[in-house]
């Protein structure tokens, strides 16, 4: 959701700033499939069967340009495991299968 609301323009400053230059170079992502329910829709309309579908709270490497904004985004990614915030994890992961035609 978080990635939803800000700009490409904010992921490279930002890759930038913890990676310097060399981790500057992100390739421009377009973002059409980047929900549970899109995945589920896409996946329903091409014939496909959503055998598992998964999100992770994982994006706390982005903070490693200090000691306290690692540690609040690790506590931050910890919180979003324990609880339901399945909409504000940024890392989403799933299997689809196109069944076999008879």
């Not at 700009?7 to 421009?28: I, M, Y």
């Not at 377009?30 to 959503?50: D, H, L, P, Q, S």
């Not at 909409?87 to 992961?93: I, N, P, S, Y």
């Amino acid at each position: 959701m978080l990635s939803s609301v800000t700009s490409q323009g904010f992921h490279v400053a930002l890759r930038r700033l913890v990676w310097g230059p060399e981790g500057a170079d992100n390739a421009p992502t377009f973002y059409r499939i980047n929900t549970v329910k899109a995945i589920k829709a896409a996946a329903e309309r091409n014939g496909f069967v959503c055998e598992y579908l998964d999100s992770y709270s994982s994006a706390y490497a982005y903070f490693r340009m200090s000691r306290a904004t690692f540690f609040i985004a690790c506590v931050a990614n910890k919180i979003m495991s324990l609880w339901s915030f399945r909409a504000m994890r940024l890392t989403l992961l799933c299997v689809l299968r196109k069944p076999a035609s008879e």
